[in-house]
Nanobody, 124 residues
């Protein structure tokens, strides 16, 4: 099973970027998929996920949209109105389970599969 994140890059404050996570060797159509990020010197944090519904970190609500195309086995994160504090390595994650509690989405320890990161840099 491989999760491959791509699409990161350098963008100015207020700009937009769409990153992708391509899954190969497995299907998570009945499970959960999500995005975490890790800024330099900080712990990895939850950003967004798609499961029983969609879930977002409070600071990205209204700016970020998570979606997935099961036919293409790909998850996306559309990021608008980007801010310098959004600068981080973004990781995609997945699990075969459908989480029952919203708090499970927020905890990186609940996720079994991880992809490599893609760097998003927002310049001020």
């Amino acid at each position: 099973v491989q999760l491959q994140a791509s699409g990161g890059g350098l963008v100015q404050t207020g700009g937009s970027l769409k990153i992708s996570c391509l899954v190969s060797g497995h299907s998570f159509s009945r499970g959960v998929m999500g995005w975490f990020r890790q800024a330099p010197g900080k712990e990895r944090e939850f950003v967004a996920a798609d499961g029983r519904g969609t879930y977002y970190k409070e600071s990205v609500k209204g700016r970020f949209t998570v979606s997935r195309d099961n036919a293409k086995n790909t998850m996306y994160l559309q990021m608008n109105s980007l801010k310098p504090e959004d600068t981080a390595v973004y990781y995609c994650a997945a699990d075969d389970r459908m989480f029952n509690s919203r708090y499970q989405y927020f905890q990186s320890s609940q996720w079994y599969y991880w992809g490599q990161g893609t760097l998003v840099t927002v310049s001020s």
